[in-house]
C-alpha cells in the first residue's frame, strides 16, 4: 500500500534547507520519494496522509537509554523482580514510542530483559521503539553501577564478560571506564579500568563485529578508549580540550545526557549524593558541548533513565552553541549513524524506512517544539493518530 503525506514544512535530516509545502511518498515499509509536493508524484487509489499543520521530521533516535528504570535510586531499583524490571521497561517503550522516538540504543539492563523487550517489540506484542541492545554493561568488581552489571577484571574476563553478552543477543558491547553520578563514593573522573583493559574491551568487541560504547565522565580513562578506537563516549561532561580533540581525530561520538542530570538535581527524594554529584556534572556540560562543537566532535544524544524527551538534550546543545538544525540532526542523522543504521533510518531519503514523525510549532524556531509531537510512521505503519491513539503494535522488520 501506497502513502502520501503532505508536510507543513519537511526537514529530512540530511542538513539540507527545510521544504515548506513537501510531500513524502511511502511505498510499504520504505519511503519511495520525498521533497517538494510538486516533484512528489503518487500512484492512483494513494492514501492521503494530511500534515500540512504540521513539521515533518524523521523519526527520533535516543543513542542512551535504560528502559528498565526510571530516574532515581537506581541501586534501590536493581534489586526488583525481574517481572517488575520488564513492565517498567514495556511501560517506558510505549512512552517513547508516543514521544517520536522510533530508534532507541539500551545500553545496559539486568537479566538480559533488554533482550527479551526487543523480541517483544519485534514481534508486535508491545509498541516500542527498535531497539539495539547491549545486555549487561560490563564494570570492574565494585565499580560504577557494579549492581546492575557483570563484574570483570582483567583483560581476559573482560574479553570473556562480552562474549557471554554477544552470546546473550547483545547488538552492541557496553562498558564502565570511569567513577559515575548515581554509584556512592565514585569519581566521575577516576579511571575504574586500566589502559589494557580498556584496549581489550574495545578490541573484543570490534573482533565480534560489534560497536563499543563506554560509560565515562573524562579523565585518562576516557583518553585510553579513544586511542584504542572506542565508537561512543556515553556522559563526557567534563572532557578535557585534549580528550575532546582525540575523539575527533578518531571519530568518537559523544552522547549528551543532560536532561537526567537536570532532572536529578531538580527532584526532591533522590539520594544527596546522587544530586551533588549531579550539580557538578551539569556545572561542566555546556562547556563541555560548546567545546566539542567547535572542535568537531559528532554529538548525539540520549535520555538515560529520563526517558521521552529529547528536547531538553535539544535545547542544552542549542545552549551550548548549536544551531537548531544541528541539534535536529543529533537526534536524527547522528543517532542513526552511531547505531550504524545510516543507510536505514535516521533521514527522509529515498530508500529507506518511513520513520516519519509530525509536530505541531517548528524545532528550527525553538527545538523544544519536538515535545509536541502528534503523529508517528514507524517502518511504513501509523502508530501514533493525530487523535493521540495508539495503533496496535505490528511485527517490526530488523535493523
Known amino acids: 500500500m501506497s502513502t502520501l503525506i503532505k508536510c507543513g514544512m519537511l526537514i529530512d535530516g540530511t542538513g539540507a534547507r527545510p521544504v515548506q509545502g513537501g510531500a513524502?511518498?511511502?511505498?510499504?515499509?520504505?519511503?519511495?520519494?520525498?521533497?517538494?509536493?510538486?516533484?512528489?508524484?503518487a500512484p492512483a487509489g494513494v492514501v492521503v496522509c494530511d500534515l500540512s499543520a504540521y513539521t515533518v521530521m524523521p523519526g527520533m533516535i535516543d543513542c542512551h537509554d535504560h528502559l528498565q528504570f526510571d530516574a532515581g535510586d537506581e541501586e534501590a531499583m536493581s534489586r526488583e523482580p525481574l517481572a517488575w524490571l520488564?513492565?517498567?521497561?514495556?511501560?517506558?517503550?510505549?512512552?517513547?514510542?508516543?514521544?517520536?522516538?522510533?530508534?532507541?540504543?539500551?545500553?545496559?539492563?539486568?537479566?538480559?530483559?533488554?533482550?527479551?523487550?526487543?523480541?517483544?517489540?519485534e514481534a508486535g506484542l508491545i509498541p516500542g521503539p527498535r531497539l539495539l541492545v547491549s545486555g549487561h554493561f560490563v564494570v570492574r568488581t565494585g565499580g560504577h553501577a557494579w549492581y546492575?552489571?557483570?563484574q570483570a577484571d582483567g583483560p581476559d574476563a573482560i574479553r570473556a564478560a562480552i562474549r557471554?553478552?554477544?552470546?546473550?543477543?547483545?547488538?552492541?558491547?557496553?562498558?564502565?571506564?570511569?567513577?559515575?553520578?548515581?554509584t556512592k563514593g565514585m569519581d566521575p573522573v577516576g579511571a575504574t579500568y586500566t589502559r589494557e583493559e580498556i584496549w581489550a574491551a574495545v578490541d573484543e568487541a570490534h573482533r565480534e563485529g560489534k560497536k563499543a560504547a563506554a560509560h565515562g565522565y573524562g579523565g585518562p580513562a576516557v583518553m585510553h578508549a579513544v586511542e584504542a578506537g572506542?565508537?561512543?563516549?556515553?556522559h563526557g561532561a567534563?572532557?578535557?580540550?585534549?580528550?575532546?580533540?582525540?575523539?575527533?581525530s578518531k571519530g568518537t561520538s559523544l552522547v549528551c545526557t543532560c536532561g537526567v542530570m537536570e532532572h536529578v538535581v531538580a527532584t526532591p527524594g533522590i539520594p544527596e549524593f546522587f544530586r551533588e554529584k549531579g550539580k557538578l556534572v551539569l556545572a561542566r556540560y555546556i562547556d563541555t558541548l560548546s567545546k566539542a562543537r567547535r572542535i568537531g566532535v559528532k554529538v548525539a544524544v540520549g535520555g538515560?533513565?529520563?526517558?521521552?524527551?529529547?528536547?531538553?538534550?535539544?535545547?542544552?546543545?542549542?545552549?551550548?552553541?548549536?544551531t537548531p538544525m544541528e541539534a535536529v540532526q543529533a537526534v536524527t542523522r547522528n543517532g542513526a549513524d552511531l547505531c550504524g543504521v545510516l543507510d536505514q533510518a535516521g533521514t527522509i531519503e529515498a530508500g529507506k524506512r518511513a520513520d516519519i514523525i509530525a509536530v505541531e510549532g517548528n524545532p528550527l524556531d525553538d527545538v523544544?517544539?519536538?515535545?509536541?509531537?502528534?503523529w508517528v510512521m514507524q517502518d511504513g505503519v501509523v502508530r501514533r493518530r493525530l487523535d493521540g491513539g495508539l495503533e496496535d503494535p505490528g511485527p517490526l522488520s530488523r535493523l
Not at 557471554?164 to 548515581?182: E, Y
Not at 572506542?230 to 556515553?234: H, K
Not at 567534563?238 to 575523539?247: F, G, P, Q, V
Not at 523544544?368 to 502528534?374: G, I, L, P, Q, S
Open 238 to 248: 567534563m572532557c578535557s580540550e585534549a580528550e575532546l580533540e582525540a575523539m575527533a
Open 304 to 322: 538515560d533513565t529520563y526517558h521521552a524527551d529529547p528536547g531538553v538534550e535539544m535545547a542544552a546543545l542549542v545552549k551550548a552553541g548549536f
Open 86 to 121: 520488564t513492565a517498567r521497561a514495556a511501560k517506558n517503550a510505549r512512552q517513547i514510542l508516543r514521544a517520536g522516538i522510533t530508534t532507541v540504543r539500551d545500553v545496559g539492563a539486568k537479566g538480559f530483559g533488554d533482550v527479551e523487550i526487543k523480541k517483544a517489540i
Open 368 to 374: 523544544r517544539a519536538v515535545r509536541n509531537v502528534r
Open 24 to 41: 513524502i511518498l511511502v511505498d510499504g515499509t520504505s519511503i519511495a520519494m520525498a521533497g517538494p509536493a510538486d516533484r512528489v508524484t
Open 148 to 150: 546492575l552489571g557483570e
Open 164 to 182: 557471554r553478552q554477544i552470546r546473550g543477543g547483545a547488538d552492541l558491547v557496553k562498558f564502565m571506564i570511569t567513577g559515575g553520578i548515581a
Open 230 to 234: 572506542l565508537d561512543s563516549l556515553e
